[in-house]
């Protein structure tokens, strides 16, 4: 596919050709690699609903982010190569299982190749949504591709400031693509559409993670949030965060999120005027919770 061959896929534009067995800022070549398909009942309440979302785990990022829960598959390539039309059928099965939607987490980098798999799936009898996982970092390019293959996008704002990402992630941009690639989305979708079973067949939701120290960066993104897109916006706040992976090397983020910390974000979310809030409980922040990659379902 053309776009491998001198890739912008992401913000990062290292315009490998990945065709040709070169890797891209995201690890990866042009071969679709996925760790994990399986049915996942943790998200949020209209995307895992009763019976699970249908999770597909790409691997591959096209950010480095310290605090990464699933770092084995983001940075230390773990996966196994799968075909578009191997894909496909995946889509599938995981329909057949009776999930309520198609969750492709961390796809980007392989987004011609998400194409074309949702559009064959179509053609042989996906109905139910498709939901795009991401960390935020996109360009707004790929996200207009994606228009037609998309029905829900769950991206993370993870930043507000340019010297957290910077720090945390190696994205001094992060929060400039985020807010475009966000605003892209809404345009593409609308207002949130809702089945009889609340499940979200049409949208956005907007996820934060709420990091330890960083509250204040929090703020500044709720108040975007706001601003730019409006009280209805859907917000999941995040209470999550574990220290794993590169944490240990920032001593501000090597530990839990204090209780205050996520209840002030709270308190500024509903003092702002947001409307509509998914939040977590503290039990959510466990390593418990990270799914095990052991390439199931693929």
Not at 35 to 54: D, Y
Not at 85 to 111: D, K, P, W, Y
Request: proline content about 3%; hydrophobic content about 35%.
């Amino acid at each position: 596919m053309d776009s491998y061959k001198s890739c912008t896929l992401c913000p990062r534009n290292c315009r490998a050709d990945r065709t040709n067995g070169q890797i891209g800022y995201c690890k990866m070549t042009s071969e679709v690699r996925a760790a994990l398909a399986s049915v996942h009942n943790w998200e949020e309440p209209p995307i895992s609903g009763t019976r699970g979302s249908g999770t597909i785990f790409f691997s591959g990022c096209s950010l480095r982010c310290v605090f990464c829960q699933n770092h084995d598959i983001s940075a230390n390539n773990f996966g196994k190569e799968i075909s578009v039309g191997r894909l496909s059928e995946i889509m599938l099965e995981r329909q057949a299982a009776g999930v309520h939607n198609i969750n492709l987490v961390t796809g980007a980098h392989f987004a011609p190749s998400i194409i074309k798999a949702v559009q064959a799936a179509k053609d042989n009898g996906l109905k139910i949504p498709v939901v795009y996982n991401s960390g935020g970092y996109e360009s707004v390019d790929t996200i207009k591709a994606l228009e037609g293959s998309v029905d829900v996008y769950l991206p993370d704002i993870k930043y507000y400031s340019s010297e957290l990402s910077a720090k945390y992630s190696n994205a001094p941009d992060y929060f400039k693509y985020a807010s475009e690639a966000v605003k892209e989305m809404y345009r593409q979708t609308g207002g949130n559409v809702f089945d009889d079973e609340g499940i979200l067949q049409r949208g956005v939701i907007i996820r934060h993670l709420v990091l330890p120290s960083c509250k204040g960066d929090s703020f500044k993104i709720l108040d975007w949030i706001r601003s730019e897109i409006g009280s209805e916006a859907y917000v999941s706040l995040l209470n999550q965060y574990v220290p794993v992976y590169g944490a240990s090397k920032y001593k501000e983020i090597n530990r839990r999120l204090m209780s205050l910390e996520y209840t002030r974000v709270i308190d500024h979310f509903f003092d702002i005027g947001l409307k509509n809030g998914y939040m977590q409980e503290r039990s959510s922040a466990s390593s418990s919770y990270t799914p095990l990659f052991d390439l199931s379902g693929l």
